[in-house]
């Protein structure tokens, strides 16, 4: 699945729908110890803004708690036990066994569900079979996994990646029988739910390269918040190699933010051929803020506290948190300095600009045609920052998907990647881009024609076939004001009262004793006391007031829910009992009857929410002229 498409949301659903299958241990392993702390902020942090639970995990209508553990020797068969760590440190554990570590005999007799995250990085060994270069780690990685897997029939190995390598054969055969589903970068762009890529190459010299960004990050700012949009645009510096690089270039950031002036960004209004940033002076000059305005609100923006470095495993460890937190209100970061660290596991949706900090290629290859790794590398990046930041300007609109092109607001939808222009490097990271479905250049496209024989064309098939296309139907809930219009009949219930009744039936009898003829009592809704009601519906999450305004948007309280014809309010209870049981009703009888009551009504709901959301049309087109159009695949 493409970065940014839900990978760790499938995760956590799958182990919810697992739990119900009867799971409770859960693995979760990855290659990067900076990749646990975000998705242990993920599952366990309530408090994160990025937490992928509801405050409460309701199934069959008990609570279930999530529970960190370091092995599973005394896991918890009520709740879900999940233990994360890395593939190297799992190796370890289980190749060098010590106390209170996994070992595999944790895996024989409890059914073990596997996480891996980034999973290509287990297929290194079957990529590159009898590649003596490699060495044997990486294959035994991918063999102590297996191993895990086979402890047990009922373990269950579940892997999620963003870049599988379909190109290498190895790969393609191990996992032809195993993907469950594959939702691309190009895809996931062509659907629109990525940013737009925008190449900005230019001849200005590093610190002018740097200024030019600046501009249009403050532009972006300025733009959302002339439309109440609270957007706080960060912007990553990328070095070439090593971690020194990336130190001295935080350093000069320092220096030139510390020292800009409004000569400087004038010089960048003067000389930049870029259509964005003359489209932000522009706007800066509509809105009466002044070249030395713009040095202020830009050095207030990037203050040394407000700029962060991810270099190293140690550093990039322990600011996990905050870079999984550059969307929030209160985390002040607005620059990154790194190198390779943020390649992998790194969730952001206000990244809108990558300055490329050197010059000169950086391919690791000789060949002039071949993309190197650090090209591919660099697309990796971009392809991370690529993920939308939700907004719109209507409440019409839908906030997660672009929708502005060729609006002054397109420039909240795009991601500017700022090089030098230097022809070579452009070239093969637009081929990279290109590759990974992230971008497309329209100087790519080729026109292709195909010409039909004419035997073909003579065909009853040709002639008279039809090709259906599905189109599935929108369905709006704005007009649902009851039970009624979603085709749901609504229909009173009889609920057995408990009694002391019964019988006693020898096994030869010939006579069979009749029992004691039971009466009803119909008892309405609005005669059971209101708070009783009120607690069933709070006992039943389908029954939330927020899960219940999704389905009727136009209802206004958990009350009219309760005392509207429209809903629950003309429903009768039929209450079944001997005389003095329906003669006793207690409180305890009436929450119990009115629970029964809701579930039936939750499923008949349930089942027609289903019919209402999954409407697919139908549409036939002609065989010639799918032909003429298009080639629809």
Known sequence: MATGSGKTMIMAGLMLYLY??????????????????????????????????????????????????????NADEENINICFTTIQQLHSDLNNTKEGSLTFEDFQDKKIVLLADEAHHLNTSTKKQGDSRYGSLFGTWEDTVINILNQSFDNILLEFTATLDYESHEISTKYADKVIYRYDLAQFRKDGFSKEIDL??????????????????????ELAASKNINLKPVILFKAKRTVAESEQNKQNFHTLIENLDAEQIEVIKQESTVEIVQKAFHFFEEKHISFSSIVNRIQSHFKESNCISANDDKEAERNQLILNSLEDETNPIRAIFAVQKLNEGWDVLNLFDIVRLYEGQNTGGSNAGKKGNATLSEAQLIGRGARYFP?????????YIRKYKNTDFEVLEQLYYHTKEESRYVSELKAALVESGIYEDDNDFITKELKLKESFKNTDFYKKGLVFFNKKVEKSYNNIKSFADLGVKKRNIEY??????????????????????????????????????????????FYYFNSLQRFFPNLTSSNEFITSNNYLGDLTITFIGTTKRRNSLTHTDYFKAVNQLLISIENDLKSKLTEFEGTSTFYPHPINKVFKDKICN
């Open 496 to 541: 057995i009262l408990s009694s002391g009744i019964g019988k006693s039936t020898g096994v030869f009898d010939v006579i069979e004793q009749e029992m004691d003829k039971l009466g009803g009592k119909d008892i309405n809704l609005h005669q059971i006391p209101n708070h009783i009601i009120q607690c069933s519906l709070s006992n039943n999450p």
């Open 200 to 221: 900005i190459r230019s001849y200005f010299d590093e610190k002018q390269r740097i200024t030019q960004a600046l501009v249009l990050n403050l532009y972006r700012q």
């Open 391 to 399: 907004f719109n300007l209507n409440d019409n609109e839908d906030k």
């Open 20 to 73: 119900e299958k009867g799971y409770r241990n859960f693995l979760f392993f990855v290659n990067s110890s900076n990749i646990i702390k975000k998705t242990q902020d993920n599952f366990l942090n309530n408090t994160s803004g990025k937490y992928l639970f509801s405050p409460k995990i309701i199934v069959d209508s008990k609570e279930v708690f999530l529970k960190e553990v370091q092995n599973f020797e």
